[in-house]
């Protein structure tokens, strides 16, 4: 069984710092792509970044230049660096990972999702 454990959320105010981490842990052959999603109340869940097995990133237009995303394949942990925090930040944080468990087949997971809170 994969497990994906978040944690670094928390309450900040605007213009303020936090970083979320992200743990696979489990029967894992390697992660493969790895991703943070966010969910505000009565939104729908979007992407916030992404970053591929040999650290290429990608992110969302609202987070460019704010948040830095970084993982280390030892511990197969992402890391969310989120700089200059804005109250529209204010969502549920998920973490996603596709896997290779045995094979060339990929399985997907998701985080418990940790709760992101900026303040004005």
């Known amino acids: 069984q994969v497990q994906l454990v978040e944690s670094g959320g928390g309450l900040v105010q605007a213009g303020g710092s936090l970083r979320l981490s992200c743990a696979a842990s489990g029967s894992i052959i390697r992660v493969n792509y790895m991703a943070w999603y966010r969910q505000a109340p009565g939104k729908q869940r979007e992407q916030v970044a992404a970053?591929?097995?040999?650290?290429?990133?990608n992110y969302a237009e609202s987070v460019k230049g704010r948040f830095t995303l970084s993982r280390d394949n030892a511990k197969n942990t992402m890391y969310l660096q989120m700089n200059e925090l804005k109250p529209e930040d204010t969502a549920v944080y998920y973490c996603?990972?596709?896997?290779?468990?045995?094979?060339?087949?990929?399985?997907?997971?998701w985080g418990q999702g940790t709760q992101v809170t900026v303040s004005s």
């Open positions: 970053i591929t097995n040999d650290g290429v990133t």
């Open positions: 996603y990972a596709r896997v290779y468990l045995a094979g060339p087949v990929q399985y997907q997971y």
